[in-house]
């Protein structure tokens, strides 16, 4: 299982799957985040890319502007990424911020795989 300081892939077949293990997606973390997962998702390609953030309970506007960044960049390559688990906290500022227009948002592994992709 690959990781750096704030993320681990979590083994599956048909995902890459990236569980943030940071509370806080400060600008350190979001700017480590960003690099480990287009590292990543450089190695394992034709699946989505789902991060998990069931640990992070504060997501500031420069980490919603990276995750929108990353969306934006994948759907050019007609690749996918979704966030499952987002705190309740977070998914109002993205719901606010109409970000969630651009950010796939699932509870869970299950609905990702399940549901038809938006790029």
């Known amino acids: 299982m690959e990781e750096s300081a704030n993320a681990i892939v979590r083994p599956h077949d048909d995902a890459l799957i990236i569980e943030v293990q940071s509370k806080t997606l ?14 990543e998702a450089s190695v394992r390609s034709g699946v989505p890319i789902v991060l998990d953030l069931a640990k992070v309970r504060f997501a500031p506007s420069v980490a919603l502007g990276a995750l929108v960044q990353m969306s934006k960049s994948f759907s050019f390559e007609k690749r996918r990424i979704a966030l499952i688990n987002v705190h ?28 038809k992709p938006t790029i």
Do not use: A, C, M, N
Not at 88 to 114: N, P, W
């Open 26 to 39: 400060d600008e350190s973390s979001t700017r480590e985040l960003v690099d480990f997962v287009l590292g």
């Open 88 to 115: 309740k906290r977070i998914t109002d500022t993205i719901r606010v911020t109409q970000l969630h227009r651009i950010l796939e948002l699932h509870f869970s592994l299950d609905d990702v795989l399940k549901s």
